[in-house]
DNA sequence: GAGTGGTCTAGACCACCCC
DNA sequence: GGGTGGTCTAGACCACTCC
């Protein structure tokens, strides 16, 4: 079960290994593991990148540690949070939607005093302003504004933003996204958001406002999305 | 500066070590950090113990490492967001405002079927019920609404709740938390809120409801908040 | 006392990056 | 080629838990 001469990594194997006992019931919450020890034994692996598998698990909340015991499977939560940063796509998809879009407009601009501050570029800098209506299953969903520093992200045209951006970044151009900060807002619906979002006027809408960063803390990413409040509800997990 | 004799461990008084020097301006955004071979010379220390240190300072996003190159310290965010879960009091000592309390109920009541559910107790079990408008510098800023299973956290009193619940958890009763599942919405005002909070009928809220869990899984805290949208913003960080 | 996780060592070989 | 991080070993001693 464990390849010692595969260039996937021991640590990697045996994480996934016991990801998927967990997955399938095997091993059901509350049930404890083989100890530290037992898995080096058995997959005559160091007791180390036992470790080092069972520590990313821990990281990821599927098990947990008590000192002295034994390593447990954790109990599983009510409602499952998507697990990181992901797009309007994943997000949609995994709501078990059509995620779809309708662009609204999409073009170059020089960076407002704003949009310039939080992307730390100079002022009147090209960035392109992408705006969009997302749909799910049909349904307008959410109003997004992107904006993205042109310098650093030359080339994105209207197909990629309909495939899937972030892959762009990562595999054409061969930046490593980070993380994201988020801002969550409750307002009201203005009259762009009432005639693109086809709601009431002042209807409840999700503000968010997301800056993404890459691996190194440069800013590649400045949106603003309004989301129709009917229709979306935001969910998070954090860690204590 | 490392005191292999100390009860901390070493890993740790590395990992602050550098956290500190990266606060304080030593080391600032880009800068290459001394290799781990570097730092296990200086202070005589295993490779693998300087690894541990830097993995954390990785997942804490203060550090990167680039293969074949070396770690560098990150940039910082344009906005910095609270590291993990919070207290409403710690969120708002942490925004610079004073917070404070004002007890609307404190009872136990039996576990509605929804309440319940969330708290994976049985229907009619006796919970707190604990409802509080908070105050940030004297302003109503939330209506708080929390649940709490009798059974799991005996000896609740106001003057607890006063002071620091999680505190009282995690120290008197010896339960280690370890995260919440949030879920955020956008709604208006009901009646309720509007005198609790002082604010204008139909005025925007920002609803949240946590689910707190154990270190094992079990739910101990269900709380359904209704923040002034005029005043408050959520504000998270995601990993990719 | 036996078993568990927590910490730590002193090496090793690899892939990758830069010169 | 020399330096870097990524992976891995085969031990060790500790504190803690449970019986």
New binding site residues.
């Given amino acids: 079960m464990i390849n010692?001469n595969?260039?996937?990594?021991?640590?990697?194997?045996l994480e996934e290994k016991i990801k998927n006992q967990i997955d399938q019931g095997d091993l059901k919450p509350g049930d404890?593991?083989?100890?530290?020890?037992?898995y080096?034994n058995t997959?005559?692996?160091?007791?180390?990148?036992?470790?080092?598998?069972?520590?990313k698990l821990?990281n990821d909340g599927y098990v947990y540690?008590?000192?002295?015991?034994?390593?447990f499977v954790s109990e599983k939560k009510i409602e499952q949070p998507l697990q990181g940063l992901t797009s309007f796509t994943e997000d949609m998809k995994a709501r078990g939607m059509t995620p779809g879009n309708r662009l609204v407009h999409f073009k170059v601009v020089p960076a407002t005093s704003s949009v310039a501050n939080y992307l730390k570029i100079q002022e009147n800098d090209p960035v392109y302003e992408i705006q969009r209506v997302r749909l799910a299953d049909n349904v307008p969903m959410a109003l997004e504004t992107s904006y993205l520093p042109e310098k650093l992200v030359p080339g994105v045209t209207k197909e990629i933003m309909q495939s899937s951006l972030y892959e762009y970044i990562e595999a054409a151009l061969g930046k490593k996204i980070k993380e994201a900060t988020q801002i969550i807002e409750s307002s009201t619906a203005n009259q762009n958001e009432v005639e693109l979002l086809q709601v009431r006027k002042s209807s409840p809408i999700l503000l968010i406002e997301r800056h993404t960063y890459l691996e190194d803390g440069t800013p590649v990413e400045f949106v603003k999305s309004a989301y129709r409040a009917d229709r979306y509800r935001f969910m998070i997990n954090m860690k204590r």
């Fill in positions: 010692k595969s260039p996937i990594p021991i640590y990697y194997q404890m593991l083989p100890s530290e020890r037992e080096a997959y005559a692996i160091s007791r180390m990148t036992v470790r080092q598998a069972i520590t821990v540690r008590k000192k002295g015991t034994g390593t």
